[in-house]
């Protein structure tokens, strides 16, 4: 019996496989990753940075899709098993309110989420520079973009799976126009998911070396009984570029831009060659994760190296034990963000 408690609905079908003997990490990886390869699309030469909801019995995923012109665009996948996938070769076909066709001009680094049956695809696209897009979809055929939440220069945005104090809840990251060289995970609250305010500071980079230059929500967050988890990903700047990896942090549950739990180490680093090599070297980009509430199973799935999809495990226990051990706060986690 699990000492935290996932509240999602269960998903025994959930990918999993068990730690490995000689793992001492909290995050473990599938053992067939990448579970998405270079060229997998005829048009697509690399999918990565993307996630995965359940619907149906089954899954479907939103991903990132790097055109051979270069351009990201959102595709569709289907998939009885959350980890081989068919895609649709079209891009998804977003449409204006009107039900006119909308397409943005590039769009990448999506999440999806639930909330009351209806899911929410959130990306990064241009709006006079990298901004935030947002749609909705009851069926995954027709896709309805809303009203961009926020101004320029945004990105890393993803909803809470509910509606807290009565109001939707998303977190972004603020940043520039480039390979931005700063940047905070912030929220807004909007009560009709149109007019977003209230805006409050989550939580900022840290002088823990592999989150001193940025960080950026990854998946929506996962609701417990104790705290929302959230994995995010922090940036170091080295003498060779970025490096990106994989951290987790508790928020409050009725006042999310209060951490509870930070933990001082990533819980995933790039160290595999999928995840060292590749387009982009030394990237890990966590976008998406399922869970299931009846074992405290959680499955994350992250982009390696702008390059793959890759897969990894932890439990609810594991990696709320594990935050826990290495928990360390500053103030500007702790206090509500509203300055
Ligand atoms: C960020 C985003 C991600 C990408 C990462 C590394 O700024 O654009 O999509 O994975 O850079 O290139």
Redo the contacts with the bound molecule.
């Keep these: 019996m699990e000492k935290i408690k996932i509240k999602s609905s269960p998903l025994p079908n959930i990918p999993w496989q068990t730690k490995p003997k000689n793992c001492s990490a909290p995050v473990w990886r599938y053992s067939e990753n990448p579970i998405i390869k270079r060229n997998p699309m005829p048009n697509v030469a690399r999918i ?2 993307s996630a995965v909801i359940p619907y149906n019995d089954e899954f479907i995923g939103v991903f ?1 899709g790097e055109q051979r012109d270069g351009i990201s665009h959102i595709y569709l996948g289907h998939s009885k098993d959350a980890v081989n996938w068919e895609y649709d070769t079209e891009k998804i076909p977003f449409t204006d309110e009107n039900g006119s066709s909308f397409m943005p001009r590039y769009a ?2 999506p999440r999806i989420v639930m909330i009351d049956d209806t899911y929410y695809i959130m990306w ?1 696209q241009d709006f006079y520079g990298a901004s935030i897009g947002i749609a909705k979809t009851n069926d995954f055929k027709t896709f309805t973009r809303l009203e961009n939440p926020f101004l320029p220069y945004n ?1 890393n945005a993803v909803l809470f799976p509910r509606k807290i104090n009565g109001r939707y809840v998303m977190l972004s990251r603020p ?1 520039d126009n480039g ?2 060289a700063f940047g905070d995970i912030f929220l807004s609250e909007s009560c009709d998911m149109e007019f977003w305010g209230r805006h409050r500071h989550v939580m900022g980079r840290s002088e823990k070396w592999w989150e001193t230059l940025k960080i ?1 929500a990854g998946p929506a967050p996962i609701e417990t009984d104790k705290g929302w988890l959230l994995f995010y990903h922090g940036v170091v700047n080295t003498c060779n570029g ?1 490096v ?1 990896s994989i951290g987790a942090a508790i928020l409050d549950l009725d006042e999310p831009s209060k951490v509870l739990h930070r933990c001082s180490n990533y819980v995933l680093a790039p160290e595999m060659p999928y995840e060292e090599q590749g ?2 070297p030394n ?1 890990c ?1 966590p976008c998406g994760a399922l869970t299931d509430s009846e074992t405290g199973r959680i499955a994350l799935y992250y ?1 390696c190296a ?1 390059s793959y999809v890759g897969l990894a495990f932890t439990t609810i226990d594991e990696i709320w034990d594990y935050i826990l051990k290495y928990d360390s706060l500053s103030l500007t986690d702790t206090e509500e963000g509203r300055r």
Excluded: M, S
């Design positions: 990565f940075n990132r990448y680094d990064c990105r940043c390979h931005t950026g970025y990106y387009f982009v990237v980009f982009g702008d």
